[in-house]
């Protein structure tokens, strides 16, 4: 059973557009998100993330969008620029009373960004 | 500041064998975890250390894979006998805790069992 699901595998943007991916997720009991960027022969790098106490939070042209009521997250990537071509991993963390930091993964999603 | 170490970055092995991956979390950082990707599971946890005590190993998928951290700044993932199905990219990722759930990722190591 998938609690972090992310439902599309790839997506295509132009570069200079936004490229928005999409998160869900199962487990009410969750609360704290990130995002990680991964390429190719590379470990995932953190890129941002969200507390539940939060619905936005932005970092230059990263931004993640949280719906806590309809268990949605979001990364908004404006302008997105070739090198942000990449594999895309949405993260949960909090179901464990706060004494686990153990992370949850979605399965990714393939972002290109054509010049 | 050196990010995590894992070694080798590539190993191919017969089945039957045994293979040990090593990791070297950044330094400071108390937590360390195991994962490993596979295209149809993804990316899920094994086991978590906090301070070299494992917190929670209840992704380890048999006895055959045992993972130690006999001190602070060096841990190994164990598979004995090995067997086609382990064939994965296996990551270690430390952070720092309690107080963040940023995980710093190694760059893998790819196994392949025949």
């Known amino acids: 059973d998938q609690q972090v699901k992310q439902n599309s595998p790839s997506l295509s943007v132009q570069e200079g557009r936004i490229s928005i991916l999409n998160c869900d997720y199962t487990?009410?009991?969750?609360?704290?998100f990130l995002w990680y960027k991964k390429y190719p022969a590379e470990g995932p790098t953190f890129l941002i993330s969200i507390s539940s106490i939060k619905d936005k939070n932005e970092d230059g042209r990263f931004t993640v969008f949280l719906n806590k009521s309809a268990k949605h997250l979001s990364l908004h990537i404006v302008p997105s620029q070739p090198g942000d071509s990449a594999v895309y991993f949405c993260a949960a963390s909090g179901d464990s009373g706060g004494s686990n930091y153990k992370l949850t993964f979605g399965k990714g999603t393939l972002l290109t960004v054509n010049p | 500041d050196a990010g995590v170490i894992q070694s080798p970055r590539h190993e191919v092995t017969e089945m039957g064998q045994e293979v040990t991956l090593r990791c070297k979390p950044i330094?400071?950082?108390?937590?360390l975890f195991w994962y490993r990707q596979t295209m149809m599971r993804g990316l899920e946890l094994l086991i978590y250390f906090n301070n070299n005590v494992p917190i929670d190993d209840s992704g380890m998928p048999e006895d055959r894979f045992s993972a130690k951290m006999p001190n602070a700044s060096f841990s190994t993932l164990k598979i004995q006998p090995s067997e086609p199905r382990d064939s994965a990219v296996y990551f270690c990722?430390?952070?720092?805790?309690?107080?963040?759930?940023?995980?710093?990722f190694g760059p893998g190591t790819r196994l392949t069992v025949t």
């Open positions: 487990n009410s009991m969750f609360d704290y």
């Open positions: 990722a430390s952070s720092r805790t309690p107080g963040s759930y940023e995980q710093y």
């Open positions: 330094s400071g950082h108390n937590s």
